[in-house]
């Protein structure tokens, strides 16, 4: 079996999630029945109620371009060069989190990953996030420019590096941050990803119609 060929099962898994060109959905544990979204025109962020589907509360963002990331009952405005720990209970802001400009913010299972247009990676727990350092000499990894991270269900941190084609994996082991780099991705070096998704502790890469993996590449084209 060719090496495309082997990729096009966990290829039709993930495809959909990074190339489908509708609304973008949070995958959140309704546990509450809350979910949060966003109404940027009004720069509001709201917390509907899914089970009696009512809007039942909302705090206003301090920038006009915002969003939400949520885990469970974690809740995070991300703002250009701020992060905030949202009370889901209180409905109310906690103190922002300077963000280097134009980082990127990344969360899921109580871990917070925050990467920088230059390759700086900070990975927090989401209860510590206020405590973070973001300074480049307190960096958890230095990547390339462009670096990419999406956070797995199980809270670890993978980040792509497009000018190595490497995934550099952080993670919280007995307290202690474990930092470790895998083998290139196939014919990942160089690429410049569009989007990125984690499959169990899997990272996938689209650039240009192809999907790129640890062992595997599957072109789109013909899909």
Known sequence: MTT???AVVPALLVVLALVNPGVKVAQVDLHDGSVWITAR???KLGRFNAQI???NGGVVANRDQFDVLQSGPDVLLVEAGAATVVDPAAVSLSTPVALPAGAAVAMDAGTVAVTSP?????????????GISLDPGAADATLGAGAVTVVTKGGAALAFDPTTGRVTRVEVVDGEKVVTTGPELEGAKGIVPEAVAAVGDTLVVLAAGRLHADGWVADLSSL
């Open 4 to 6: 495309v060929a082997a």
């Open 41 to 43: 025109s009004a720069q």
């Open 53 to 55: 589907k009512e809007l």
């Open 118 to 130: 230059e390759g700086g990676l900070w990975v927090s727990a989401f209860s510590a996030l206020a």
